[in-house]
């Protein structure tokens, strides 16, 4: 009846709370072989780090990560190898600060978790919101810190597309300029605008919401399985899962209700290396729930942080009806951070997706003509 893995032949168990000691994540499934040291984990960690920019929490976490287990490397193995076994992950919490908490202890701040884990649960560690805190999130940036290994030809990016009414034009995207500005803005004319959004927004004690756009390009034709293992119900329930996560759109999403089919359709030509080329991509690179060798494309909406320092109503566990402010540290507006955090999430269904279809047909690729 516990619901902390996710996964089918590449299998995630995360595990840990906020202010416990520590937090990690069990990979299971991950083929023997591959070279994997904490040296390939942790560039993925530094950038879900807290306590980077003006506009993500100030909590201090250096997330170094070890690899307890699942890994092995003598004279003969040419490095550190994964054996096969499950790969034990461990992050060390060290910055937490309980105290910010006391007054959320018997309280529940409206649009957080506090009281469905209440009304489930009956006991919670409230601290730093325990289990349903994103701090859990650096658990599944470690697991997609080894899914990426296992997919080396797939190229996996993120970018923040909105932050409140503020939307990127899509034609000005370029996830190559991501890793330039602290919001992982792809159009560099968007960041003063999200500054001073942002600066209104904390002056106020408030917070606001934001797009996330994901793009996989290489992922070949063939992977995700329909019925029930549909890639893009997969990505969509991975990415659904994400803290503060409250819409997911693959390809053209939403929008193509109202295309024509014209619009909609993706015509096909042949390419010059035998694969189709389609001529354009509203299907988001899936269509029937299998990959067409077009780039995976989703994105991922995002509340604002309900932990904010205006006064709001609320009850607590006395069931007395109350007013409420949260102190603490909080990210203004949490889709900035969960940039990693989608990628890696899409790292792992896609892994997952890739050994599956190797494991049902050998990986064969069939292409028109031959
Ligand atoms: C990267 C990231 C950071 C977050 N930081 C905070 C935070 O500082 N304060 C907060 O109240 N919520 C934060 N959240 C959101 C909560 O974890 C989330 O809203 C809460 O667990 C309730 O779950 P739900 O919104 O998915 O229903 C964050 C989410 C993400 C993805």
């Known amino acids: 009846m516990s619901h902390n893995t996710f996964g089918h032949l590449f299998r995630v168990t995360t595990w840990g709370e906020s202010h416990g000691p520590a937090l990690g994540c069990v990979v299971d499934g991950c083929p023997p072989g591959i070279a994997l040291t904490e040296a390939d984990i942790q560039p993925w960690l530094d950038r879900r780090r807290p306590g980077q920019g003006k506009f993500v929490t100030q909590r201090q976490e250096p997330d170094a990560v070890r690899i307890l287990s699942g890994v092995f490397q003598d004279e003969r193995s040419d490095g550190q190898?994964?054996?096969?076994?499950?790969?034990?992950?461990?992050?060390?919490?060290?910055?937490?600060?309980?105290?910010?908490?006391?007054?959320?202890?018997?309280?529940?701040?409206?649009?957080?978790?506090?009281?469905?884990?209440?009304?489930?649960?009956?006991?919670?560690?409230?601290?730093?919101?325990?289990?349903?805190?994103?701090?859990?999130?650096?658990?599944?940036?470690?697991?997609?810190?080894?899914?990426?290994?296992?997919?080396?030809g797939v190229t996996i990016r993120g970018a923040v597309v909105q932050i409140g009414p503020h939307a990127v034009d899509p034609q000005r995207i370029d996830f190559g300029v991501t890793g330039d500005n602290e919001f992982w803005a792809p159009d560099p004319d968007i960041v003063p605008v999200w500054t001073e959004h942002l600066e209104k927004v904390r002056k106020a004690g408030s917070s606001t919401g934001a797009v996330v756009a994901v793009e996989a390009t290489g992922v070949p034709a063939g992977w995700g399985a329909p019925l029930y293992g549909k890639l893009d119900a997969e990505l969509a329930a991975a990415l659904m899962s994400i803290n503060a996560a409250k819409g997911v759109e693959i390809g053209a999403g939403f929008g193509s209700a109202a295309l024509s089919g014209e619009e909609n359709a993706d015509e096909m030509r042949m390419g010059n290396d035998g694969a189709p080329l389609f001529l354009s991509n509203k299907a988001g690179g899936v269509l029937g729930g299998i990959s067409t060798g077009q780039a995976v494309t989703a994105r991922v909406a995002f509340k604002p942080t309900s932990s904010i320092l205006s006064l709001r109503r609320s009850i607590n566990e006395a069931g007395e009806e109350i007013e409420l402010r949260t102190k603490g540290r909080h990210d203004p507006c949490v889709g900035i951070r969960a940039v990693p955090v989608v990628e890696a999430m899409v790292a792992c269904v896609l892994a997952d997706a890739f050994l599956r279809h190797r494991a049902q047909t050998g990986g064969a690729a069939f292409t028109p003509g031959r």
Not at 91 to 102: A, E, H, K, M, T
Not at 107 to 127: E, L, N, T
Not at 146 to 152: H, N, P, T, Y
């Open 81 to 152: 190898r994964t054996t096969g076994t499950p790969i034990s992950m461990i992050i060390d919490n060290v910055d937490q600060r309980s105290r910010d908490y006391s007054e959320i202890a018997q309280a529940f701040r409206p649009g957080h978790a506090d009281y469905p884990y209440f009304a489930k649960y009956g006991v919670r560690d409230y601290r730093g919101g325990g289990r349903q805190s994103a701090r859990e999130t650096a658990a599944r940036v470690a697991a997609g810190g080894v899914a990426r290994k296992i997919i080396e």
